[in-house]
């Protein structure tokens, strides 16, 4: 038992138990799964900006925070007691297109070329993670939700808008994926 | 106190989003590059729970724990929003190769430089609110 808990775990694992964050939620306090609103409540508690999509009573949403706070935890446990900083189960297909990007041998859940930041190498990781952290905030918020609150938590309420986003984002996904990163992982 | 649940709840989260290789760059890549189907069948199967919830909490009118009735009010539909944002959103999660609830977990996760991707989106959040009334949505 212990042992299909710390092993990998197949698709039939990982997504009905991430589905369920919509009954947990709900039935905790009628809450709505959704994660990038965080990013609004840190900025209004942490800059206090001046614009008026910022000026609300971030603390009536402390429970938002709280998961957030949650979800750092639970990386830490996912690694210490869960056995999960092993190299992903990826498809032989995949093995054979990050070796045609000159990448090396995955040994663990990152690449190093991407997250292992150091004097000569810190310039491919910056633009990966400031640039793609950047467009997430900025699209996650424009689009009014992520993955979380669009892709699993509108569709499972077939909320029309939570499809039309859901698209979108896979769309922007291929285009970056396929278009943009096999030149940019060459920095 | 109140907010401990949220914070229990939140820690299973990252749990299942680390353990379950979603907060993995690779995985990401594979998934757009149609190499494997896994991470749809996790998003799918993941849609399947909350829509059965849904449809069960309404038909047997649930309740939350603290005796509200349940809210099933979907966010707005927001033409340009969710098409525009969303696309730039799928731009970012491609170069991260994670999305906001992965950037927590991997911080935790111990994937130090996500914190840089963390600042990011909270800078990309801020801008949005600066730029939206002159946005159109």
């Known amino acids: 038992m212990w042992e299909a808990i710390t092993g990998p775990w197949p698709w039939y694992t990982t997504g009905p138990l991430l589905g369920l964050m919509v009954p947990f939620l709900m039935l905790a306090g009628n809450k709505h799964f959704g994660v990038s609103s965080s990013l609004r409540h840190v900025c209004a508690a942490v800059f206090k900006p001046k614009a008026e999509y910022f000026r609300y009573d971030w603390k009536k949403s402390g429970w938002n925070l709280a998961l957030v706070a949650g979800t750092i935890v639970g990386g830490v446990l996912a690694v210490l007691a869960f056995g999960a900083d092993t190299s992903p189960q990826l498809s032989e297909g995949a093995h054979a297109l990050f070796a045609s990007w000159g990448m090396e041998e995955a040994t663990a859940l990152q690449p190093a070329e991407v997250f292992a930041v150091g004097a000569d190498n810190w310039l491919r990781p910056l633009v990966f993670l400031a640039l793609g952290g950047f467009l997430v905030g900025f699209g996650a918020r424009y689009a009014g939700g992520c993955t979380s609150g669009h892709a699993i938590m509108g569709t499972a309420l077939l909320n029309p808008g939570s499809y039309v986003a859901a698209i979108a984002f896979l769309v922007g996904g291929f285009a970056v994926s396929n278009l943009i990163i096999p030149a940019l992982i060459a920095l | ?137």
């Open chain 2, 1 to 137: 106190m109140a907010l401990l649940k949220y914070f229990l709840i939140g820690i299973y989260f990252g749990i299942v989003l680390v353990k379950g290789e979603v907060v993995s760059w690779f995985r990401i890549q594979e998934m757009f590059h149609l190499q494997s189907a896994y991470m749809y069948l996790v998003i799918a199967s993941a849609v399947v729970v909350g829509m059965i919830f849904v449809f069960a909490a309404k038909a047997f009118k649930l309740r939350s724990l603290d005796g509200q009735n349940l809210d099933f009010k979907g966010k707005p539909f927001n033409k340009v929003g969710n098409t525009a944002g969303g696309v730039i959103f799928g731009f970012g999660w491609a170069l991260a190769g994670a999305c906001p609830g992965p950037m927590y977990a991997l911080l935790g996760a111990g994937y130090w430089a996500i914190a840089v991707g963390l600042v990011f989106a909270f800078l990309g959040a801020l801008t949005y609110g600066y730029l939206k009334p002159r946005l159109p949505h």
